[in-house]
């Protein structure tokens, strides 16, 4: 870490044992994404007296390049009623960690995509009276495609702009769209 670590307790006893876990679990995160330029942990009580809920709040504020801000934030709910404090911690710090690892995959364009949502052409035109219309592929190409050959949406919804998958084939007079699916 560039900037050291920051933590910060209020209304919680501050005992060795929980700052030792905190600088350990922090230590962890720089495994997982090693460019981390700041982390700011905050261990509260915010209430005295706690019917429903956990008695703690812990919330992490971690500064990553260029300029991002990761921060979890655990709360009191009723789902960690009997939740102690270093299992709180533990659940943050794990949070942290997998919004750490997201952010690394993107920014090593590592994430998954989806060929079936990945918009390949745009419509270009259409001619409703005629029922068929175009495509602008992303390469600026024209496809024509017809009414037939939508699969997820009627001919008479269908707009300028919209972004679509298809299947090109030689038709008869140049390339067409033998299939064509919006995507939302």
Known sequence: MQIPL????????????????????????????????????AVERPHNYVKTGSKYRIRLNITVPPGHEVVIKKEPGKNNMHDSLTTIIRDAFNAARKQLQKLSEIQRKETKTHPEQEVRAIISKIYPDEGYGFLRTINGREIYFHKNSLLNEEFDNLKEGKGVRFFEEEGEKGPQASTVQVIN
Do not use: M
Request: charged share 45%; with cysteine; glycine share 2%.
């Open 6 to 41: 920051e933590i910060s307790f209020r209304d919680v006893p501050k005992t060795e044992e929980i700052e030792n876990l905190i600088r350990d679990k922090a230590k962890k995160l720089e495994r997982v994404y090693d460019h981390i330029t700041g982390c700011r942990i």
